[in-house]
């Protein structure tokens, strides 16, 4: 006969064992994957539509978010976002579309009105900025060149944190701080990246960098904290001069196999933009109506999501 210390373990471990027991009877999964980086839009292209537009033209084209203009000329002015984010960030998620991160033209951490609108895009939910450049001065060094970008960096990580937001430098193609991306790397080193970090965008690494992108890549992946996500390719124009022509994401030379296996051994998460810089409209379609528009525009930026989020299941 079972006595009543047997009884009382063996309950035990029934016990213990019914949350897995349920676990798999509701089909969930022994080890889930950690959590999906979002997938956002860069709105510099559809800021043709007013916000609840926005909203469906994200959704349908299967978005996670927005990565919002908010600078001079965006889809929000900067002195306007205590006010305005509010109504935008109610519209995008009536659609469920959120609102991760924005682009703006943050540069200094003394500008007027800089802690007014950290404090707009903090209290909506914002938790990533995307800066704007910084410039050489060709009349110092560029070792003093590194040294004034660190101090303006460090600045801005500073007042950053005050609001529990970080800023986010895109390494661009060009001359700028970034271009080559190693020049950014010493500019943020020794910052807290949870307050100052590099948006990488592999369309640019690859257009400065050739194959030398993943070097870059590796080289700064400790302050990666947003990605960028475009394709482009290079072209004789009618002149014979080499040029560039942006283009679907898969139609080009970047090596999206290549990065994005890097991306998941680098262990990179956080927001993904998607930028459509090849023309969302072309100048045939722009007659259309608006509704017409949006139904083109939705089934080319469903094919960059779409093609992006091969790579991350």
């Known amino acids: ?136 001065d060709y009349t110092i060094s560029m070792g003093k060149n590194i040294e004034n970008f660190h101090n ?28 080559s991306i190693w020049d950014l790397w010493l500019s943020l080193k020794g910052l807290d990246p949870n307050f100052i970090s590099c948006q990488f965008d592999v369309r640019h690494a690859t257009f400065e960098g050739g194959r030398s992108w993943e070097n870059d890549f590796r080289c700064i992946k400790d302050f990666v904290r947003t990605t960028v996500v475009k394709d482009f390719y290079w072209e004789k124009n009618d002149k014979g001069n080499w040029t560039n022509h942006n283009t679907l994401m898969g139609e080009g030379m970047v090596d999206f196999e290549k990065y994005f296996k890097l991306y998941h051994e680098l262990k990179i998460n956080g927001p993904i933009s998607n930028h459509s810089e090849y023309p969302l409209i072309t100048k045939e379609e722009s007659t259309l109506s608006k509704k017409e528009k949006m139904k083109i525009a939705i089934k080319r930026l469903k094919h960059d999501v779409d093609y992006t989020r091969k790579f991350l299941n």
């Open 1 to 136: 006969m079972e006595n009543r210390r047997d009884f009382i373990k063996k309950a035990g471990l029934v016990g213990a064992s019914l949350p897995f027991i349920n676990s798999i009877a509701s089909g969930a999964k022994m080890n889930p994957k950690k959590s999906m980086p979002m997938i956002c839009y860069f709105t510099k292209h559809l800021q043709w539509l007013d916000f609840e537009e926005l909203g469906i033209t994200l959704k349908e084209a299967n978005f996670d978010g927005a990565d919002l203009t908010v600078r001079p000329g965006g889809h929000v002015e900067p002195d306007q976002a205590g006010s305005v984010l509010p109504k935008v960030v109610q519209k995008l998620q009536k659609h469920g579309i959120s609102m991760p991160m924005v682009v703006t033209k943050i540069t200094d951490d003394t500008a007027k009105g800089l802690d007014d609108l950290l404090k707009a895009l903090s209290d909506n939910g914002v938790k990533y900025y995307r800066m704007g450049y910084f410039t050489y």
């Open 152 to 179: 303006a960096l460090k600045g801005l990580a500073e007042k950053n944190a005050k609001y529990n937001i970080c800023g986010a430098y895109q390494n661009h193609a060009g001359t700028r701080l970034g271009a």
